[in-house]
């Protein structure tokens, strides 16, 4: 049994949402936009991306690697 490229598709993208959590890269920064520290607005863009990602998932894949119980009991 092998898995299918839609599971594995999933997968990656939940793997990147999880590495993108942290923004590692602008840790120290001091920069401000609109009176915001940088790393609020990546966690406000992060946020509305992964929203945007697990609206896809539910729509297309919900339920995704379960296997169906038969009927028989």
Same mark, same amino acid.
């Given at each position: 049994?092998?898995?299918?490229?839609?599971?594995?598709? %999933?997968? !990656?993208?939940? $793997?990147? #949402?999880? +590495? =993108?959590?942290?923004?590692? @890269?602008?840790?120290?920064?001091?920069?401000?936009?609109?009176?915001?520290?940088?790393?609020?607005? %990546?966690? !406000?863009?992060? $946020?509305? #991306?992964? +929203? =945007?990602?697990?609206?896809? @998932?539910?729509?297309?894949?919900?339920?995704?690697?379960?296997?169906?119980?038969?009927?028989?009991?």
């Amino acid at each position: 049994m092998g898995v299918s490229k839609t599971l594995l598709g %999933w997968t !990656v993208a939940a $793997l990147v #949402l999880m +590495a =993108l959590a942290v923004p590692w @890269f602008i840790w120290g920064s001091d920069a401000v936009v609109a009176g915001l520290p940088v790393w609020v607005w %990546w966690h !406000v863009g992060w $946020l509305c #991306l992964t +929203a =945007l990602v697990f609206r896809l @998932f539910t729509v297309r894949a919900w339920g995704l690697g379960i296997e169906e119980v038969s009927g028989d009991g």
